[in-house]
């Protein structure tokens, strides 16, 4: 059922437009999108990247791909509270992340760190790059402008207590901070359903870990949203669904915005700046840095000779050489040369094989045979 108070001030033919029409079908073009990202390379992998707890062996324990479902959810439900289209939502939702680096915020800190004089990296950004152009070795998905502006827009470390949509038809690919808004509704939900999907799974995965216990939540965030995950969320989808009604904006109450606070910095202290995770911070840093140093130094040593990366005696290297083979076309014709060749090639990678290529070239199969031929003589 559709609200007069939440119309999208752009037309539906701006927010479908994609870059390469295509004819409609039933499933209507929001779905569509949907289909596409969830059978994307990157939207596989973000089963094996961090959303806070480095690589985790339970399996109950949130990963990238959980948080980018939840976050869907979570929106859809809002939009169907608002008459919104919880299509559209379920879509943003579902591509919001697909730009996120191995090891969750710190390897994204980490990346901008080391392209700070290339221009930085942020996340959201990134993510409209790889469903512009990465995915399908620089075809992209060809998503409609509405998923692509919510997507580039959804940054979910910004805790405004309400919003309204920009209504503007941006150039998305010109946007170099995160100080835009979403043009439509739909995405406005999404930016608030990022949050409202993190901070209480966040505590609970937690609290399974042993890094805070139940007892340390503050009680005057818990008294007002609750303890457990389903508790905070269901809260907080009342909550914004209530209020937005009320007020004509995406937002919460102020009683509940003040717990949202709360618990927000609550999580920041003793979870996000933990010294459980801290001390990985290092480690990761090493990983990320040596990943570039080699592969830049390869790059610069073979170029697109791509048979010679097979001295390198290492399947990294390999692997490397058939991405730069098959994204010649578009670094050479779309991005304007290889400046970002190897920054695109560590980001859409996920933990394990960050580390597994950390082993590849510290150790390569061959010398690693050699050893256990040795020792197997010896």
Not at 114 to 141: A, C, N, P, T, W
Request: aromatic residues 12%.
């Amino acid at each position: 059922m559709s609200n007069s108070t939440f119309i999208n001030k752009l037309s539906s033919d701006e927010l479908l437009k994609r870059a390469n029409r295509r004819e409609d079908d039933f499933r209507g073009g929001y779905f569509r999108d949907t289909t596409a990202i969830i059978h994307s390379y990157p939207f596989r992998r973000l089963k094996h990247k961090t959303q806070v707890f480095f690589s985790p062996k339970n399996d109950h324990i949130c990963t990238r791909i959980e948080h980018v479902m939840h976050v869907a959810s979570v929106a859809s439900a809002i939009c169907k509270g608002l008459g919104l289209d919880s299509d559209l939502a379920w879509a943003i939702g579902l591509g919001h992340d697909l730009g996120h680096t191995p090891f969750g915020h710190v390897g994204e800190k980490i990346i901008n760190n080391i392209r700070k004089d290339s221009g930085g990296f942020i996340h959201e950004l990134y993510s409209l790059r790889v469903v512009d152009y990465l995915v399908q070795y620089g075809k992209g998905l060809n998503l409609t402008y509405a998923v692509r502006d919510g997507i580039v827009s959804h940054c979910g470390e910004k805790f405004e207590q309400s919003l309204t949509p920009d209504f503007k038809v941006k150039d998305l690919e010109a946007l170099k901070e995160r100080t835009h808004y979403p043009s439509t509704w739909e995405g406005t939900v999404v930016r608030m359903a990022d949050k409202i999907s993190y901070l209480g799974r966040d505590i609970e995965d937690a609290i399974q870990l042993h890094i805070i216990k139940e007892d340390d939540i503050p009680a005057e965030g818990s008294r007002i949203v609750g303890t457990t995950n389903s508790q905070i969320i269901n809260t907080l989808v009342d909550d914004i669904i209530n209020t937005s009604n009320k007020t004509g904006k995406i937002g919460f109450s102020d009683n509940v915005y003040e717990a949202l606070l709360i618990l927000k910095d609550f999580n920041y202290k003793n979870i996000y700046f933990s010294p459980i995770l801290a001390g990985h911070n290092k480690y990761f840093e090493r990983i990320l840095k040596l990943l570039f140093g080699y592969l830049n130094e390869i790059f610069d040593k073979y170029g697109h000779d791509l048979k010679a990366y097979v001295k390198e005696n290492n399947l990294l290297a390999v692997r490397f050489s058939d991405y730069l083979g098959k994204m010649t076309d578009f670094y050479s014709n779309q991005d304007g040369g290889f400046n970002n060749l190897v920054t695109d090639y560590i980001a859409g990678m996920t933990d394990d094989y960050a580390i597994e290529c950390i082993s590849q070239i510290m150790m390569p199969d061959r010398l690693e045979n050699q050893f256990k031929q040795f020792l197997m003589v010896n």
